[in-house]
């Protein structure tokens, strides 16, 4: 597998497997004389961190994350900052129990990526799923920890909008509230009532799949490249790139197919700061690829856990038909833990065409163009 790294400025490598004895990730293209440490990185692992509820996996890992290298202490400040060198990150796996999956070893779980594997490469790692478990996100949630602290006043947040067919009421919507449910739904109202659901999808066995919406405030106008370097081009590979993700969105998205040319547009104004501002978003903060000052809004749509004890029909690796139960443990909506993944890869691709932009324009974007347009 030779794609195990995203990124230009901002590269980030990851390695592991759900059962081996670590996963971890090198951060490479950081700038130096950034203060890191892990407790910087750590919150954003405890909150996508296995075992916290009943409405997720009960693996217990402490996901502890350590920095091996990229960091040394700032003689001024006396503070770890970093060098510019690679910073590779470890987190050792715990509570692996690899025997859970020995009865499907040979069988591919439908909706899963046993078959695929196994055609691609004609070997796969059974337990728990290897590489194409989830488990190597927490890798990319250490990385976008970093990624957070490259863009100067970026703010990226993320939330479940929708569970199965359950939507939140978006006038209800709390960012405080996120926080305060193990949805990370900004509807608290709607929070407690998906407690119930989950519980009862959950009891009878299944799973269910789950929308996410990413917000990142702060980010300036002017990154991303336009054709191939697209902002939002780079952010739907990302999203894309987490697992069970089956459709990405931006701004309006989808709902942009059944608004009008007027409707959709999001008209301009000059603010009070001098700066031209839009009355509306539907554009998620995105132009022609390239950043608009406004918020970046990234909304993808999770898939149904695959690993489900309903009894379902397949094939096994010598194509003898036959059915299949993952016992095991399992996220009964694996779209809750993506919420701080999505948060992570969002703030990796912006943090990426951050540095991506200071590379080929020096100070960054030049509105308000002084030396080009003289004031009338
Ligand atoms: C946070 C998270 C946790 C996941 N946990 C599980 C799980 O417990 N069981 C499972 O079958 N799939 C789980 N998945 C989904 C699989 O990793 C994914 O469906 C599989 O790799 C196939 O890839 P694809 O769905 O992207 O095609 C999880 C996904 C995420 C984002």
Redesign the pocket.
């Known amino acids: 597998m030779s794609f195990n790294t995203f990124g230009h400025m901002f590269r980030v490598t990851t390695f592991g497997e759900s059962h081996g004895p670590a996963i971890g990730c090198v951060v490479d293209g950081c700038p130096p004389r950034i203060p890191l440490t892990e407790n910087d990185i750590q919150p954003f692992l405890d909150k996508?961190r296995p075992g916290q509820s009943r409405h997720t996996?009960q693996r217990q890992e402490p996901d502890s994350v350590r920095i091996l290298s990229g960091v040394f202490t700032d003689e001024a400040t006396g503070k770890q900052v970093t060098t510019g060198a690679p910073i590779a990150l470890i987190i050792q796996n715990e509570d692996a129990r690899s025997k859970d999956y020995s009865d499907i070893k040979d069988k591919y779980?439908p909706?899963?990526?046993d078959y695929t594997y196994d055609v691609k490469y004609g070997i796969r790692d059974y337990r728990g799923?290897g590489r194409?478990?989830?488990r190597e996100?927490a890798t990319r949630v250490a990385a976008g920890a970093i990624a957070r602290k490259i863009v100067p006043g970026m703010n990226v947040r993320g939330a479940l909008v929708q569970m199965g067919k359950r939507t939140i009421d978006r006038t209800r919507w709390d960012w405080a509230e996120v926080d305060k449910n193990p949805f990370f739904c900004p509807d608290g109202k709607t929070a407690v009532e998906l407690a119930d659901y989950l519980d009862g999808v959950r009891k009878s066995g299944s799973s269910v799949g789950a929308v996410i919406e990413i917000v990142a405030d702060g980010v300036p106008a002017g990154l991303g490249a336009p054709i191939y370097g697209k902002l939002d081009g780079d952010l739907a590979a990302a999203m894309m790139g987490?697992?069970?993700?089956?459709g990405v969105e931006i701004g309006a998205g989808f709902g942009a197919a059944a608004l009008s040319g007027e409707e959709n547009a999001d008209d301009m104004r000059m603010g009070n700061d001098g700066k031209p501002r839009f009355l509306s978003n539907n554009a998620g903060g995105i132009l022609g690829g390239i950043s608009t000052g406004q918020s970046v809004v990234v909304r993808f749509a999770?898939?149904p856990?695959?690993?489900i004890l309903t009894p379902r029909r397949t094939v096994d690796r010598y194509g003898n038909e036959t059915e299949i139960v993952?016992k095991g443990?399992?996220?009964p909506c694996?779209?809750i833990?993506?919420v701080p993944?999505g948060e992570a890869m969002v703030a990796c691709v912006i943090a990426d065409h951050y540095l991506r932009q200071r590379a080929q324009m020096g100070a960054g974007p030049s509105w308000p163009f002084e030396r080009l347009v003289p004031p009338i």
């Open positions: 996508r996996t779980r909706a899963h990526a799923g194409q478990s989830a996100t987490i697992n069970a993700v089956k999770v898939k856990t695959s690993s993952t443990r399992h996220d694996v779209g833990r993506a993944i």
